[in-house]
């Protein structure tokens, strides 16, 4: 469900299908564009060529790793969905600000976690932002006596 708060930012109110966060989400569009286009076919280029191919592989590494990542999702996406039906576990809520999951909590079964997704997304309209629990900064280290 997607709602906007009083100050105007967007936020998605949603269940979380599979059991983990995909870790690498979004990881492809970061990838940088450092083959040149004008690579000739001499010596030198080829050498260039080769040292660009080099510096890029940790980057094709992430690209095989999203993928297979992505891949696995897909395999165990029906099993997962199957199993969470038929012996009715619980749902994991998220609220994301924008794209970025902000909170998140159990909800229990499928109406259960239907109704929390809209008493969540009610409080975000009225500006009862929740707590962020994901991904927090940790707290800061009260300074002791020295």
């Known amino acids: 469900m997607k709602v906007?708060?009083?100050g105007?930012?967007?936020?998605?109110?949603?269940?979380?299908?599979?059991?983990w966060r995909r870790r690498l989400k979004g990881a492809l569009g970061n990838m940088p564009?450092?083959?040149?286009?004008?690579?000739?076919d001499d010596p030198v280029s080829l050498i260039i060529g080769a040292v660009l191919l080099v510096l890029a592989l940790p980057f094709f590494l992430l690209a095989l790793v999203a993928g297979l990542e992505l891949l696995l999702l897909l395999l165990v996406f029906p099993f997962a969905l199957l199993v969470r039906v038929a012996l009715g576990q619980h749902w994991t809520i998220e609220?994301?600000?924008?794209?970025?999951i902000h909170w998140q909590d159990e909800a229990g079964d499928w109406q259960a976690s239907g109704s929390r997704i809209h008493d969540v997304a009610a409080a975000i309209e009225r500006g009862e932002i929740p707590p962020q629990n994901v991904d927090a900064p940790p707290p800061a280290a009260e300074p002791g006596p020295d």
């Open 95 to 100: 609220a994301r600000r924008g794209f970025r």
């Open 4 to 6: 906007t708060d009083p």
């Open 8 to 19: 105007g930012q967007t936020w998605r109110v949603t269940r979380r299908w599979v059991p």
């Open 33 to 40: 564009d450092i083959f040149p286009s004008g690579l000739g």
